[in-house]
């Protein structure tokens, strides 16, 4: 019996060592978009909160992370809130959003469940995002079904709004982004004719033939055509996608992406992009939550299309992306927050430091992929804040019990917002490596943790 346990130990343990889904394990996170500018992937994403109210989706904020690799994520925050719109008085229900960035400015569609759909913009992909227009954006009398907003911009430079559960509508959006064409359908607003050859067949609860077709649309171009993925079959929901000639349709339905699996959420989310040469299909499931359908997590997995252009069929893994698209330089400052996977810690933000690492605890770790030594550091620097008498950041490579390059003491700064410039001698390393913090100490939160590098 002794050696089936050590066994199962070691299986469990290597499972989640090579572990990278879901991308976030910090805070719970849902319905993701990413967009790929300037080199990076941006992924906006729901948040659910840590507690339920009544039992159902619970969520006040939209967040944002970023990557170059696919691999590492780095924390952006809370970039925009229900608090954002001055004309409502919501308090629940920051559902799925989508940015899409036009002539320098980036521009958040996000449905308020029960408000409908409304647009933030900014300067920056990560915020300060405010309100341009004080209302909604959506002018339509089934604003409970206006949830599950994409965008898509096409080669005239024509911008397309889609949503809807569990019909699908659009308009075509003006240039300036916040307005849209009111000349077509009833008001602007055009509503798809949902058939089964459009969207697959799905008799409806009434014993009516319907289509496959649920919520949560992607719409996106590759090569000539345009693809809309979406959230398929109702409770439990399924991936799946049809394609057409032009935004507008008329949309072919092409079949699954994704299946129904145990660990996904009874929800989901599609959204599909390219980067750095690969495609990548990303999701939400309940793996972090142990089958909490209310607290879903974000996961990716790479994949290729067929020679036609079809999309295979994809299965949800916890390994997720096997293998980064560049390697991560530790001789620049990089900010704690920017990991592959932790067990254990949170992140915090204050208008002054920005994204940090906090709720640290004895044992807690930050795992970072794919790190190029090169020929070698000599030297670790932090920036940490410790009210605590004493922690250390044992740095590791390979796992969180491998090879020990050093220890950075961590020192009673006072404050846990007083940060100071912690730093230790290391082993030489050279080459890629998978970087490991483990954090030691003793009772309670140890320290909080901001930054770091090698010399």
Request: with cysteine.
């Given at each position: 019996m002794r050696k089936v346990r050590y066994i199962l130990f070691f299986i469990v343990y290597a499972l989640v060592a090579s572990a990278q889904n879901p991308i976030i394990q910090t805070v719970f996170t849902a319905d993701p978009a990413p967009m790929v500018h300037d080199g990076k992937v941006y992924v906006y994403t729901s948040h659910d909160e840590d507690e339920t109210v009544k039992n159902f989706f619970t969520m006040f904020d939209w967040r944002c992370y970023?990557?170059?690799?696919?691999v590492n994520w780095t924390d952006h925050g809370v970039i925009a809130s229900l608090k954002n719109f001055g004309w409502m008085d919501k308090t629940n229900g920051a559902w799925a959003p989508h940015c899409i960035e036009r002539n320098g400015k980036f521009y958040l569609y996000v449905p308020i469940h029960g408000e409908g759909i409304a647009v933030l913009v900014s300067d920056s992909p990560t915020g300060p995002f405010i309100d341009p227009i004080g209302k909604r954006l959506v002018d339509s009398d089934h604003i409970w079904q206006d949830i599950d907003p994409t965008v898509a911009i096409d080669d005239k430079g024509q911008a397309w709004l889609y949503w809807g559960n569990p019909k699908l509508w659009y308009v075509r959006l003006n240039e300036d982004m916040v307005s849209y064409d009111r000349s077509m359908g009833q008001n602007g607003i055009i509503s798809i004719d949902?058939?089964?050859?459009?969207?697959?067949?799905?008799?409806?609860?009434?014993g009516k033939p319907g289509t496959t077709y649920t919520e949560g649309p992607w719409l996106y171009k590759r090569n000539n055509l345009y693809y809309m993925a979406f959230a398929a079959a109702g409770i439990p929901e399924y991936l799946a996608y049809s394609t057409a000639p032009s935004p507008e349709g008329p949309w072919t339905y092409k079949g699954i992406i994704m299946e129904r699996a145990p660990h996904l959420a009874f929800t989901n989310h599609p959204a599909i992009i390219d980067f750095k040469g690969n495609s990548y299909l990303f999701y939400h499931d309940q793996d972090l939550s142990k089958g909490q359908g209310f607290k879903r997590s974000v996961s990716v997995e790479q994949f290729n299309y067929n020679a036609d252009g079809t999309i295979p069929l994809i299965i949800p893994t916890k390994e997720g992306i096997k293998q980064s698209v560049a390697n991560l330089n530790p001789f620049k400052k990089v900010e704690a927050e920017t990991m592959a996977w932790s067990e254990g810690v949170k992140t915090a933000s204050d208008s002054k430091t920005g994204v940090y690492v906090t709720q640290i605890d004895n044992g807690d770790y930050i795992k970072v992929r794919s790190?190029?030594?090169?020929?070698?550091?000599?030297?670790?620097?932090?920036?940490?804040?410790?009210?605590?008498?004493a922690g250390q950041i044992e740095i590791r490579t390979g796992s969180i019990d491998g090879e020990l390059l050093g220890v950075c003491e961590v020192k009673n700064s006072d404050r846990m917002q007083k940060w100071t410039a912690q730093s230790c001698k290391v082993k030489k390393t050279r080459g890629v490596q998978d970087l490991y913090f483990v954090f030691k100490g003793g009772e309670g939160p140890l320290f909080n943790f901001d930054w770091w590098r090698f010399k």
């Amino acid at each position: 019996m002794r050696k089936v346990r050590y066994i199962l130990f070691f299986i469990v343990y290597a499972l989640v060592a090579s572990a990278q889904n879901p991308i976030i394990q910090t805070v719970f996170t849902a319905d993701p978009a990413p967009m790929v500018h300037d080199g990076k992937v941006y992924v906006y994403t729901s948040h659910d909160e840590d507690e339920t109210v009544k039992n159902f989706f619970t969520m006040f904020d939209w967040r944002c992370y970023s990557t170059a690799d696919m691999v590492n994520w780095t924390d952006h925050g809370v970039i925009a809130s229900l608090k954002n719109f001055g004309w409502m008085d919501k308090t629940n229900g920051a559902w799925a959003p989508h940015c899409i960035e036009r002539n320098g400015k980036f521009y958040l569609y996000v449905p308020i469940h029960g408000e409908g759909i409304a647009v933030l913009v900014s300067d920056s992909p990560t915020g300060p995002f405010i309100d341009p227009i004080g209302k909604r954006l959506v002018d339509s009398d089934h604003i409970w079904q206006d949830i599950d907003p994409t965008v898509a911009i096409d080669d005239k430079g024509q911008a397309w709004l889609y949503w809807g559960n569990p019909k699908l509508w659009y308009v075509r959006l003006n240039e300036d982004m916040v307005s849209y064409d009111r000349s077509m359908g009833q008001n602007g607003i055009i509503s798809i004719d949902m058939t089964a050859e459009a969207f697959g067949f799905k008799e409806g609860r009434d014993g009516k033939p319907g289509t496959t077709y649920t919520e949560g649309p992607w719409l996106y171009k590759r090569n000539n055509l345009y693809y809309m993925a979406f959230a398929a079959a109702g409770i439990p929901e399924y991936l799946a996608y049809s394609t057409a000639p032009s935004p507008e349709g008329p949309w072919t339905y092409k079949g699954i992406i994704m299946e129904r699996a145990p660990h996904l959420a009874f929800t989901n989310h599609p959204a599909i992009i390219d980067f750095k040469g690969n495609s990548y299909l990303f999701y939400h499931d309940q793996d972090l939550s142990k089958g909490q359908g209310f607290k879903r997590s974000v996961s990716v997995e790479q994949f290729n299309y067929n020679a036609d252009g079809t999309i295979p069929l994809i299965i949800p893994t916890k390994e997720g992306i096997k293998q980064s698209v560049a390697n991560l330089n530790p001789f620049k400052k990089v900010e704690a927050e920017t990991m592959a996977w932790s067990e254990g810690v949170k992140t915090a933000s204050d208008s002054k430091t920005g994204v940090y690492v906090t709720q640290i605890d004895n044992g807690d770790y930050i795992k970072v992929r794919s790190v190029d030594f090169d020929k070698g550091a000599r030297k670790f620097k932090a920036s940490v804040a410790s009210a605590s008498a004493a922690g250390q950041i044992e740095i590791r490579t390979g796992s969180i019990d491998g090879e020990l390059l050093g220890v950075c003491e961590v020192k009673n700064s006072d404050r846990m917002q007083k940060w100071t410039a912690q730093s230790c001698k290391v082993k030489k390393t050279r080459g890629v490596q998978d970087l490991y913090f483990v954090f030691k100490g003793g009772e309670g939160p140890l320290f909080n943790f901001d930054w770091w590098r090698f010399k």
